[in-house]
């Protein structure tokens, strides 16, 4: 019984030194640090359109553009329709579009020397201007159609969507779209006291990687 009580003792003294150096490897020092994580913002696309200087005149958001031609003669070169702005006020990078709307040829009044002309008579109520009247753009300096100097008619564009040339607009980016028209001088009387309408509607979309 004597022999056994020092073992005994010996096992406890084991135990409870165990026990301190479980304590002091747990209670060594240590430190945690959280590193903030900055705020995540999706980018933006935004497309503005103007027909007035950007540079003393705010532009507008509406992207659709409504165009009238009327009282034309014919013409011996090309005459400026319309001179736009258009600027990508987004964080992203763009492709720009241009689409445009049904052309709408309105005959207004009729008159004789149409009349022989055309075959219309005063009940028409379609015009003929769209058949005749040719066109062409510019896009940041660059001249474009649907190839070379065979500019379009106006009518191959009704319903037509297309893409000018050098056509991506960076963050910030400014543009000037115009449109130019010509009424060759052997038109005749065919379209006399026609006129035209459509819209015109842009589009700017993401950039594809």
Known sequence: MKKIMPL???????????M????????????????????MQAGTLNLKVSDKNP?????????????????????????????LYIRNAGTLPGVLSIEFTIIVN??????????????????????????????RFEFGGNKFGFGGEDWPVL???????????DNVLDPG????????????????NIVQSDSVEFDIIFHLDQVTP
């Not at 002091?24 to 900055?38: I, K, L, P, Q």
């Not at 005149?57 to 031609?69: A, F, S």
């Not at 980016?173 to 005749?188: D, R, S, V």
């Open 8 to 18: 005994f003792g010996s096992i406890v003294l084991i135990l409870i030194a165990g």
């Open 173 to 188: 980016e400014i543009k000037e779209f115009q449109i130019w028209y010509w009424l060759p001088a052997n038109t005749g």
């Open 106 to 135: 309105k005959e207004n009044n009729c008159l004789e020397p149409e009349w022989n002309d055309a075959g219309d008579d005063s009940s028409s109520s379609e015009g003929e201007l769209g058949d005749y009247l040719k066109v």
């Open 155 to 165: 009518n191959d564009l009704s319903g037509q969507t297309i893409t000018p040339p």
């Open 20 to 39: 301190f150096a479980t304590l002091g490897t747990s209670a060594m020092f240590s430190d945690t640090e959280t590193v903030g994580v900055h705020d």
């Open 55 to 83: 540079s003393k005149y705010e532009m507008e958001d509406p992207c659709t553009v409504h165009i009238t031609l009327s009282n034309v003669k014919p013409m011996g070169a090309f005459a400026r329709l319309k001179k």
